[in-house]
């Protein structure tokens, strides 16, 4: 694969082909052919997931695997174009779809390979008729420009620049010629236009009057039109200004003149030998219009019979659409020798879901190592890439190019990465338009965390979940919300914020009102930078120890615990603990593990030490001796390994020994589990030693600790989350 898009083998594989070839025919990046897999019927491929799991980068990988090899087009469904109509252009004559169609027909007509230009009569003659509806006399210079962009979409490029323009504008004449003349009322020229179009398609002896001949008599079996072609347009551009179902319909109408043109492109009078493969159609972004329109109106036309030639692919953000709900699911790695697609009795059922996967432990090295050659990268730093950004392939790009730009200037922690000034270098491996990158111009460097919670969390109220961020459920967060923001926003805001997250496919997680690690991480930190003094941050923090004091007077039940129900009083205690802990106060934490470690269930005891560990750290501005010679601003490591000075001394009638030793263990299961350090190495032993003497404490139900004592340390430096089991 060109942009190393590891993990995605499955699609791109060319021994044994992979999804990708099965379904197009052609060997990616070559002009090979590839066996298909269905010869009769193709399966609309969606891939599904969250921002930041590389749907754009795999369709822009598709793109340049087969560009210039097959007819080929590629939408952005959120770009400005599919927003609005042009300037001038009526609103019931416009829409995303038929917008889309244009710029994927334009698209695909280019020549690729030893063969030529394709046409698309059919799809032309139909936008004609649409677009006369918007037509009159008082903008004559826009009728006739429409008209000739859609009039190009004929040309197959045969002739020269200069006779094509001047055809083109000679028909384009002839089409608008009825706006010069008395208009019937005030109403739509459609029926004048497309009479006339019909008589020059009539006149004309040229194989561009032909095709259009043959194209306009292709709406002779457009419902209700009983064989006449004229009044099939009139009912298409009725439907289509009418809106709604109607206006559905026409689109789908469309859609099946582009793929009917297709089709004739391979099927025709050109020898399919000069066609290999099958031409592509990418749609990202399709949870915006106009993409669901256009899955909706191919699926529906290929569960009623009407076949096509066309491979589609599209990236959905989110898990599904109610479009896709009998699509058949399939996982990434289950796709490498076969797709498992049979088409059911639905619409729905000719969609192949395919949720992308996060990078694994494995592939999250290989992308920091690859971006940072010939640099001195820090031994634990591939593994804390991974257990920051959970796999995250955007999160993973962006990390390892600010490793490359910033390791040099002396950033070596995940914290200092994010933080540090990031130059984009098409990161995400994804595409973009030329109206994207005119819009972007050449950029500045900034916090590389910026960057990408630009890229990874909905646009508008950012500040608000930022804030939010910090509540562990829909509770916490509507205490932040009437606490801390506009008064117009409250718990209305919180739900549809709650709402939002999940629409766009990201985890729900018990505790956590922000559910993706990754992301809460990286919001956290724009939270604590917002201000120089940190206020934002302390006082949301200040507001949940607040909202958790009040703790119900209904006793814990026997296994009441960390894990058990949200209104729990443990956990509501534990969340008091932990924000108390983020605001800098360890001891009341210390006091509390320390009285619950001879009577709490040990497993329960090892959760509520792991969860109070994850309170966010951030290092005091004043670096402190780090024991090993030098200084550092973590004082976690110092405490943990029991530096002199490292905490106020243990309270009368306590058990020394023991607090000491739970102070200890919480500082390094913090240090080692943050995920915008660098796990010490020293600390992580160290946690060998205090598991052990504290199992020994135990006379019963000591095997948890002993076998933290085993992994912890293990899965501290490797990244990976702290086994609980």
Known sequence: ??????????????????????????????????????????????????????????????????????????????????????????????????????????????????AGRIPFPRLATGLL????????????????????????????????GGHTSRRVGRVSARLTDPLTGPLPGTGPVVEPVVEAALETFSEGVSPTHRRLRKAAAWYRDHPNADGNPKLGLLLLSGHFRAGGDPRTHAEGHLVRALLADLDDAYGGPLPRANRPGRPVVLIDNAQSAPGIGLIGAVLRDRAGGIADRVAFFAGLRGHGHPALRNATRSTLSALARTSGWEPGGTASSRALLVPLSPLSPDD???????????????????????????????????????????????????????????????????HETDEAEEKRGVRDGRPAYRELLDRLTPDGGRDELALLAVAHDRESACALAAARLPGDFGAVGALALEARLAEEGLPTVPGQFVGDPFLRALLLLGLHRREPDHGTWKAAHRTLVAHYTDIPAAPDGPGDGPGDGPGSKERRILYRLLHELALGAAEPAVTHLRDAFPRQDT??????????????????????????????????????????????????????????????????????????????PVVAERLRSELEHLSRLRPVDVEPLLRASVHWPEDALSGRPLRLG
């Open 364 to 430: 999250t090295p290989r992308v920091v190592e690859a971006a940072c050659r010939g640099l001195a990268v820090p031994s634990r730093l591939p593994g804390a890439a991974h257990r920051l950004t959970r796999g995250s392939p955007l999160g993973t790009t962006l990390f390892a190019e600010s490793a490359r730009q910033n390791l040099s200037r002396g950033a070596g922690t995940p914290g200092e990465l994010l933080t540090a000034d990031l130059v984009p270098q098409e990161a995400d491996g994804a």
């Open 1 to 114: 694969m060109r942009r190393r898009l590891y993990g995605r083998g499955a699609l791109f594989d060319t021994e044994p082909p992979g999804l990708a070839p099965r379904l197009v025919g052609l060997r990616p990046f070559q002009h090979g052919p590839s066996p298909c897999e269905h010869p009769r019927e193709l399966p609309f491929v969606v891939f599904a997931g969250a921002r930041g799991l590389g749907k754009s980068a795999v369709l822009a990988e598709l793109r340049a695997a087969y560009e210039g090899r097959t007819p080929l087009a590629l939408i952005d469904c959120e770009a400005d174009r599919f927003a609005g109509p042009p300037a001038g252009r009526p609103h019931e004559v416009w829409s995303p779809v038929a917008q889309a169609l244009v710029t994927i027909a334009e698209q695909l007509a280019e020549p690729v390979a030893d």
């Open 603 to 680: 497993k329960a005891w090892l959760r509520a030490l792991v969860l109070l560990a994850s309170a966010p750290y951030h290092p005091a501005p004043v670096p402190v001796p780090d024991g090993y010679g030098g200084v550092t601003s973590d004082a976690r490591a110092r405490v943990a390994l029991g530096r002199v000075g490292t905490g106020p001394p243990p309270p009368q009638g306590a058990d020394t020994a023991l607090h000491l030793r739970i102070r200890r263990l919480l500082h390094g299961v913090w240090q080692v589990t943050d995920p915008l350090a660098l796990p010490d």
């Open 129 to 160: 008729a649409v677009a006369a509806g918007g037509w009159n006399d008082r903008d004559m210079p826009r009728a006739r420009r429409e008209a000739e962009r859609i009039l190009l979409l004929n040309d197959t490029g045969s002739w020269a």
